[in-house]
């Protein structure tokens, strides 16, 4: 391996660094041990788990059904592992995390509180210099983020944040205590798939709670429940159908699309599948639908006909259904929160809905806050705000490569990569979960995406190779396929974190192609490809 530049002590020098100890850099550390190599994972947080250990706000739980979302590489940890819920909660799912580390003992090669602010490429040693905020300085040969792509909080640009005298929090950066909020004024601001999860759990037992929405989403019943003795001994017995099912689905979940167009069955058949999927656990209204719906505006006006008149049913004042009935897009074209009972927490007469839209936020003040027409007065500020999605974490990193270009800088006007795991000029460097690769059920596409990282490495060490790098060629490629990917979808015309917009972020107002929207099995096929040609589509040396 490389030797130590002056300023990296010998201790300090490792084959290969993994940035993040969520889901993937715990995998990545697990695989990579395997090829004998010295690895160091860098966390900034304390512990394992990533999303489960930032995420603890009240209702933070799966989307994904609990034992398609676990690891699968494991049969011995399949079998001890038993999940209480068809969607497990935060609070399981970190436990989880802390269970796999102890029984793999991957905390030994995790450095936590470590977070890293720069990783620059330097073409002498064929080797990555990466720097800690704290100062310290780490060399590698090879480095793999593993950042996550929903690890960037983001607080909405209102005035006067930091004037509140109550307590405020970032849903992703909540306490590590408990909070109460019985007797207590709380705002809720926004209403995406973590606000309606923390909005249906905080109303059981606030004051009185004030939700601020800016766009309402369209969710479905996410149906959760325990997990009998009976069911659990056949989700044990059944874990290799189960993991081959969502190695055949679309987007690796257990839910697939129904092969039938909206227009292809009578309109009681169409109204008697909406209705069962709407009663059906998880994903199924989203992912298990007609094969049109995201695609055809036709079909997704019908299933947007649908859900709306569901809102209607179950919420009692008409004039607060319709502001809660979206309006600038379909069904299924921003992410689906899954939720329980959310609907009926308007029901309930301690809870007021605000839509920013009609009378905006003009700044948050000391004793809460102030819209256009009213003055509210708040105890607490949940920030339900979300994340600088997918292409966050990476911003907030300074990465330099070959030439000492910033990967900020190549990827101004969206990101170019290779397969979603490479980047031109960035040689050595490799992502998990990254842009532009296949997400869906995100575990199962971790463990593709570690696994054919960890052979392409395993091809160097085999090879005396000490420099991979993706082509001009193969990015041009790779990013042609992917935007050609999203050329149709309804998803594809909507601002949304799943379109690069985040409009509380600056420079993020113009739309770009951040992720892969093709199917799961055809991106591995593609990369299997890659592969079983020698990596010759890569440039190696
Ligand atoms: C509330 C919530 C619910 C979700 N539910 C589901 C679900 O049901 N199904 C599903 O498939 N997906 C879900 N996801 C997506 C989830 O992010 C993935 O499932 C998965 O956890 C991603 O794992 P990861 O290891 O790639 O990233 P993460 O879990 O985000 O881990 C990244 C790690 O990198 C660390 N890191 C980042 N930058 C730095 C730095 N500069 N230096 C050091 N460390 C750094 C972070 O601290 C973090 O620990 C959910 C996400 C959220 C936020």
């Known amino acids: 391996m490389a030797a130590a530049a002056p300023a990296t002590s010998p201790a300090h020098d490792y084959d290969a660094i993994v940035i993040g100890a969520g889901l993937s850099g715990m995998y990545q550390l697990y695989r990579l041990r395997e090829l004998g190599m010295r ?20 209702g933070a739980r799966f989307d994904s059904e609990s034992y398609s979302y676990g690891y699968s590489f494991s049969r011995e940890l399949l079998q001890e592992w038993e999940w209480s819920e068809h969607f497990a909660g935060q609070p399981e799912t970190l436990r989880y995390c802390n269970y796999v580390a102890d029984k793999f003992d991957l905390r030994r090669d995790i450095q936590f509180r470590s977070r890293v602010t720069a990783a620059i490429y330097e073409e002498p040693s064929r080797s990555w210099r990466i720097t800690l905020e704290d100062g310290s300085h780490f ?8 950042i996550g792509p929903l690890s960037t909080p983001t607080l909405p640009r209102i005035e006067g944040r930091d004037s509140f005298e109550g307590k405020s929090f970032h849903t992703a950066r909540w306490p590590h205590e408990p909070v109460s909020f019985a007797g207590k004024r709380v705002a809720v601001i926004g209403t995406g798939a973590t606000g309606v999860q923390t909005i249906q759990e905080v109303a059981k037992t606030v004051g009185h709670l004030t939700v601020f929405q800016r766009t309402p989403n ?28 969502c190695r055949e689905t679309f987007a690796c979940f257990l839910h697939t699309p129904d092969p039938r167009a909206t227009s292809e069955v009578t309109e009681e058949e169409r109204e008697a599948v909406f209705e069962k999927l709407y009663n059906n656990r998880g994903f199924g209204m989203w992912q298990g639908n007609f094969r049109d719906i995201l695609v055809d505006r ?9 859900v709306a008149r569901k809102i209607r049913q179950r919420v009692k004042d008409q004039a607060v259904a319709e502001k809660l009935i979206p309006r600038n897009h379909g069904f299924g074209t921003r992410r689906v929160p899954l939720e329980t009972k959310y609907y009926e927490v308007y029901n309930q007469p301690n809870v007021k809905l605000v839509d920013i839209n009609a009378t905006p936020i003009e700044r948050i003040t000391p004793k809460g806050l102030k819209t256009s027409d009213a003055e509210y007065e708040f105890d607490i500020i949940i920030y339900a705000t979300g994340f600088d999605a997918i292409t966050g ?14 990967l900020k800088d190549k990827w101004k006007g969206g990101p170019q990569t290779y397969l979603g795991m490479l980047v031109e000029g960035f040689p050595n460097m490799m992502m998990q979960m990254g842009p532009h690769t296949a997400l869906g059920n995100i575990p199962r596409s971790i463990e593709y995406s570690v696994e054919w990282v960890t052979d392409l490495l395993r091809h160097a060490l085999e090879h005396n190779i000490t420099l991979i790098e993706a082509t001009a060629e193969g990015v041009a490629s790779w990013t042609d396929h992917v935007k050609a990917l999203g050329v149709g979808l309804l998803s594809n015309e909507i601002d949304s ?12 107002q113009t739309r770009i192609i951040a992720r892969y929207s093709g199917s799961a099995p055809a991106f591995r096929t593609r990369c299997d490809q890659v592969a079983a040609d020698s990596y ?6």
């Open 393 to 406: 974490a990476f911003d907030r990193i300074d990465f330099r490569g070959a030439d000492g270009l910033k």
């Open 218 to 245: 369209w969710c479905a019943p996410l149906h959760n429940g325990k997990i009998d003795e009976e069911t659990q001994r056949r989700i044990k017995a059944g874990y290799p159908e189960m993991f081959a099912r």
């Open 39 to 58: 690895v160091r994972v860098l966390e900034a947080g304390t512990n394992v788990g990533g999303t489960w250990y930032w995420n603890r706000y009240p």
């Open 536 to 541: 010759r589509e890569l440039r190696l040396a």
């Open 139 to 146: 060399r590698s040969r090879f480095l793999i983020t593993a």
């Open 298 to 306: 036709t079909a997704n006006a019908l299933v947007s006909d649908f």
């Open 497 to 508: 974190w799943m379109t690069g917009i985040n409009r509380n972020i600056e420079g993020k």
